[in-house]
């Protein structure tokens, strides 16, 4: 077994992503190709100096998630809506460098002025839950549940990890935008206009919430598969459901198990597990402490000196806080080195030919969502921003 040096012997053993196979794991859209190797050192100088070119042109954003090396250039960091209406606020930059994937890039385009323009360094960084719920697959859905009649029930809530198509889809229906933060007050809200909500496009989110905190049952949620024939459920569980979860997940945090948390806890006295609300149900239940990216950041940082935390998010966030945290015992909660790899895609190499393309006035890779599509979908999102 192998052991990455930044998090060290306080971490589990890892297996080296591509060395070994999981099949307990939930699979997701592959990302084409390898991860990209080593940057050239000489790359940071590059970056510094078309960044210094640029000026107050160009506003750089760097997602949690994102490699070090990328994210010693961003000006602003967190989560995927945080970061867009970062760019809203910043009128004065034309040009917006997303160093993140292109569902985040969209949002941003929506929400960012008609002057400014958006640039996603690298076109192959998607999102596999993002891609796991297609403007078609929702629409023949609806037809669904038009058939079986309860659609007027049903209020749509799409996760911010989602397509503008498919938070357009949302917004033309009358729902809502949600976050892994508000995601409650997003249902509450919903529950407010229908008795059923369809909730896109990932089920761990939608069921964690509703079971964890809002005193559902388990039998109360179902899971619409859009590879199947009416999504493989009958009328009667149509009928019955409160809470219709569309079959997506991440696929990082989807990866770990209950098994996850025994093994640690057998092995680490009085850690504490905190998760992301993405996780498996039988992964949340089981921890201490679950939350939105934000939340896992703050509660780390909170932390007493000399505490034990096994985190289950992307590993790239988990070792920068142990890096940030050497007083604390930081450790990721599964034995598999898990990066997302969309998310990794935006590399060094890429992020100095976008910089460097703009200094010389060539605007590459721009993330533009068309008029329409903007329009609904900015009405999802204002609805989420209007909430309680």
Not at 11 to 35: I, Q, Y
Not at 249 to 266: G, L, M, P, Q
Not at 335 to 363: Q, Y
Request: negative net charge.
């Amino acid at each position: 077994m192998t052991t990455t040096p930044e998090l060290g012997t306080r971490s589990l053993p890892l297996l080296l992503l591509g060395t070994e196979s999981d099949p307990a794991s939930e699979r997701g859209v592959s990302c084409p190709g390898a991860l990209p190797p080593a940057s050239d050192p000489a790359l940071v100088e590059r970056a510094r100096a078309a960044k210094a070119a640029l000026g107050d042109q160009v506003f750089v954003l760097g997602h949690h998630y994102q490699r070090d090396e990328v994210i010693q250039f961003a000006d602003v960091t967190g989560d995927s809506f945080k970061l867009a209406r970062d760019a809203a606020a910043r009128p004065q930059a034309p040009y917006i460098v997303f160093c993140g994937v292109h569902f985040m890039a969209e949002s941003a385009d929506i929400l960012t002025a008609d002057h400014q323009q958006v640039v996603l360094p690298d076109m192959a960084a998607g999102c596999s839950m993002a891609d796991m719920a297609t403007f078609d697959q929702v629409e023949e859905c609806w037809e669904v549940l038009e058939e079986v009649g309860i659609a007027d029930d049903v209020v749509p809530v799409t996760y911010m990890n989602s397509s503008a198509d498919i938070k357009a889809f949302v917004g033309r229906h009358g729902g809502v935008v949600c976050t892994s933060s508000n995601a409650r007050r997003a249902l509450e809200w919903a529950y407010s206009k229908g008795s059923k909500v369809l909730f896109l496009p990932d089920q761990h989110l939608g069921r964690n919430t509703a079971v964890l905190e809002m005193g559902f049952s388990l039998d109360d949620c179902v899971v619409y598969d859009p590879h199947r024939p009416e999504g493989g459920l009958t009328p009667r569980q149509f009928r019955d459901a409160r809470m219709l979860l569309w079959r997506g997940h991440c696929s990082v945090h989807a990866r770990f198990t209950k098994a996850s948390v025994d093994e640690i806890r057998s092995r680490v006295p009085d850690v504490n597990i905190l998760v992301h609300p993405e996780c498996r149900h039988e992964v949340v239940v089981e921890a201490d402490y679950v939350g939105s990216t934000e939340y896992i950041i703050k509660t780390l940082a909170a932390a007493p000196a000399g505490s034990s935390w096994a985190v289950g998010t992307e590993l790239n966030l988990v070792r920068r806080l142990a890096n940030t945290h050497p007083d604390k015992n930081v450790m990721f909660l599964d034995r598999t080195v898990c990066f997302c790899s969309t998310m990794n895609r935006i590399d060094l190499p890429h992020l100095v030919w976008a910089l460097e393309s703009l200094a010389k006035g060539e605007v590459v890779n721009r993330i533009q969502v068309d008029e329409e599509t903007a329009h609904y979908a900015k009405a999802a999102l204002d609805q989420m921003l209007a909430l309680p």
